[in-house]
Nanobody, 127 residues
Framework: VQLQASGGGQVQAGDSLRLACAAS????????MGWFRQAPGKEREFVAA??????STFYADSVKGRFTISRVNAKVYLQMNSLKVEDTAVYYC???????????????????????WGQGTQVTVSS
C-alpha cells in the first residue's frame, strides 16, 4: 500500500498550489485522509483532514481560510491559496486504515490516527 503525494513546487508568496494524494494497493475512499507538513528543524504538524464521508473537514488555525481539503473519487486534494513563506515545508498525505469510522473532532489532528503515510512533496514559498 502506498500513498503518493504530488503537486509541490516553488512559488512566491500569495500564489496558489494544489497538492494531490493518490493511493495504490488499496482504496481509501471511505477512510479519513489528512495532510501534514514538516518544516526543517520542526516537528510534523497537522494541516487538514477530511472525514471518511467527505462531509466534515478540519484545519489547523494557521491555514484556515486559505487551504481547502477535498476528496474526489479515490484522490484527496489540498488547495493552497494565499501561500505564505511560513507554509514552506514537506507536505505529507496520510490515511486511516479503518473505514467508515468517525472520531472526536480533535482526534483528526492527531498523527496517531493515521496508519499510512506518503513520501512527501516539497512546497517552497519565497517572498
Amino acid at each position: 500500500v502506498q500513498l503518493q503525494a504530488s503537486g509541490g513546487g516553488q512559488v512566491q508568496a500569495g500564489d496558489s498550489l494544489r497538492l494531490a494524494c493518490a493511493a495504490s494497493g488499496r482504496s481509501f475512499s471511505n477512510n479519513v485522509m489528512g495532510w501534514f507538513r514538516q518544516a526543517p528543524g520542526k516537528e510534523r504538524e497537522f494541516v487538514a483532514a477530511v472525514s471518511w464521508s467527505g462531509g466534515s473537514t478540519f484545519y489547523a488555525d494557521s491555514v484556515k481560510g486559505r487551504f481547502t481539503i477535498s476528496r474526489v473519487n479515490a484522490k484527496v486534494y489540498l488547495q493552497m491559496n494565499s501561500l505564505k513563506v511560513e507554509d514552506t515545508a514537506v507536505y505529507y498525505c496520510a490515511a486511516d486504515e479503518r473505514s467508515r469510522t468517525r472520531y472526536l473532532d480533535n482526534y483528526y489532528k492527531s498523527r496517531s490516527l493515521y496508519n499510512y503515510w506518503g513520501q512527501g512533496t516539497q512546497v517552497t514559498v519565497s517572498s
